[in-house]
């Protein structure tokens, strides 16, 4: 069965500065990789997905992730943080033939002015 | 404690026919989120219910759909007139409402929704 890890629990930057939140999944088939953010008292919004297409997917907001297949990881990234961008984050697996999400613990994202 | 329950699991509609999708919250949570779940793409949140109170729709299509979470009872997602593109998978998470922004979601296990 899938799994996925999410490395750290809360990263804190620096407005203006660059933003890693690091994703490691495990999967026996061709999984599809989504990231989501959860801003304070809202649902989850989709911020990119990867589903077998090309490896560094640009999603809303500013935000990429790459999907390295011989890392087995899926980190996000924006190159400069903004204040509004101070949310959870979400690194999602599925496996394409049964569409079973596996979710990981979350990031909690800190902005500093 | 039982989790999030949705029912039926499975749901076959025609074409211009009513859908009524039921969620039960984990006991104790007052928050519900429903979201859509579209062949081989993520998560499409629809709306946020707190009891009585629709708390954000921002996801909800203008036309045909509509969401209620009443005093007592399931969380309802309605979808009037049903057409094709409608046929997904529709998932409901709660969460217990506390003073933390962040509230962790609780997913059930979706209805599959087909129009024919």
């Known amino acids: 069965a899938q799994s996925v890890t999410q490395l750290d629990s809360h990263v804190s930057v620096s407005e203006g500065t660059p933003v890693l939140l690091r994703c490691n999944y495990s999967s026996s088939y061709s999984p599809s990789l989504f990231w989501y953010v959860q801003h304070p008292n809202k649902g989850l919004q989709l911020l990119l997905k990867y589903t077998s297409a090309a490896t560094l997917v640009k999603g809303i907001n500013g935000f990429e992730a790459e999907f390295k297949k011989s890392e087995t990881s899926f980190h996000l990234t924006k190159p400069s943080a903004h204040m509004s961008d101070a949310a959870e984050y979400f690194c999602?697996?599925?496996?394409?033939?049964?569409?079973?999400?596996?979710f990981g613990a979350g990031t909690r994202l800190t902005v500093k002015p | 404690n039982a989790g999030v329950m949705q029912n039926p699991r499975h749901l076959v509609r025609r074409r211009g026919q009513e859908a009524r999708l039921r969620c039960s919250p984990m006991k104790g949570h007052s928050h519900v989120y429903w979201y859509r779940q579209l062949p081989e793409e993520g998560l499409k949140f629809m709306v946020y219910?707190?009891?009585?109170?629709?708390?954000?729709e921002s996801g909800m299509p203008k036309e045909r759909f509509s969401a209620e979470f009443p005093k007592e009872g399931p969380s309802i997602l309605r979808i009037q007139q049903v057409v094709r593109g409608d046929s997904a998978a529709y998932f409901c998470a709660s969460s217990p409402g506390t003073e933390d922004p962040y509230n962790e979601q609780f997913f059930g296990p979706g209805t599959r929704l087909t129009v024919l």
């Open positions: 219910l707190q009891k009585e109170n629709i708390i954000d």
């Open positions: 999602v697996v599925s496996e394409s033939w049964n569409n079973d999400m596996r």
